[in-house]
């Protein structure tokens, strides 16, 4: 208990000394204040932007691209992950080509969702979708890895339906490794999401953040960067606490 004590008082001190040291950056004249304005005035401007009815709505329009990105991407990438792990033949076919195509940046595919999708609400879905889905297959196929042989044994040996061995041996057995996976493929999806807005978008946080820094309005721009920051703490350390609560499957 005390060391877990010691470990949140140390983060707390680490995020309150970087706090000091932008605040005494700027106010002492050591970086330019146009270029990074003091941390109390960046969150000043932060807390009246979350008062803004346009700040409100493009957070909500950001929120419902990220989720349903998310909701998308998870599922349709488990299962063919799984199906790659399952079956020989397609993961030694499929998994050279996924490999590859991670490998590639994807904000230079971009481009091309704009020009099929056009600009709107499918265009910023498809691009989180498609930023997300190949962490999601990679990382259920090395999850497939973590299952007890021996398990499999014992479900095939009582005649259990492929259907069957995925919802109660795979999934059970994999979920703690996938909802650790889970917190990274966020990244992707909010990240592919806010680069969607970001480049071309009539509405989102992105855009907003596109704007602010086009018109050179740095603290309404670090504001952004604190809010889309937030968020994805946020959802971070509620997978983290939804993995907590499953790690008594890893056993």
């Given amino acids: 208990m005390a060391s877990k004590l010691s470990i ?10 970087i706090l000091a040291l932008w605040e005494t950056l700027s106010r002492t004249g050591l970086v330019n204040p146009r270029l990074l304005p003091p941390a109390s005035e960046t969150f000043a401007t932060l807390l009246d932007l979350l008062q803004r009815a346009s700040v409100q709505k493009d957070l909500m329009v950001t929120g419902s691209e990220v989720l349903t990105a998310f909701a998308l991407a ?44 056009g600009v709107g609400f499918a265009q910023k ?16 196929a090395t999850a497939v890895e973590s299952v007890k042989v021996e ?5 095939r040996s009582y005649g259990a339906t492929p259907a069957q061995t ?7 057995s994999m979920l703690p ?25 009539p509405d989102g946080i992105g855009h907003q953040i596109a704007i602010w820094g086009e018109n050179f309005q740095m603290k309404q721009l670090l504001a952004g960067v ?21 790690s008594h499957w890893r056993t």
Avoid: D
């Fill in 177 to 201: 490794v996938l909802l650790e996976a889970l917190r990274i493929a966020m990244i992707f999806n909010l990240t592919g999401v806010i680069l969607a807005e970001m480049y071309a978008s």
């Fill in 8 to 17: 949140q008082l140390t983060r707390i001190a680490i995020v309150v000394a």
């Fill in 166 to 172: 995925a919802l109660r041996v795979y999934l059970p």
């Fill in 151 to 155: 398990h499999l044994t014992v479900a």
């Fill in 74 to 117: 998870v599922p349709a990438g488990a299962i063919i992950g799984l199906l790659m792990a399952e079956n020989r033949y397609f993961g030694e076919v499929a998994r050279p080509l996924l490999f590859f195509a991670f490998s590639i940046p994807k904000s230079i595919f971009l481009p091309m969702f704009i020009l099929v999708f």
């Fill in 226 to 246: 604190v809010m889309v920051a937030v968020i994805a703490m946020t959802f971070n350390e509620l997978i983290r606490w939804v993995e907590t609560r499953c």
């Fill in 125 to 140: 879905v498809g691009f989180g979708f498609f930023s997300t889905i190949f962490i999601v297959i990679m990382s259920t």
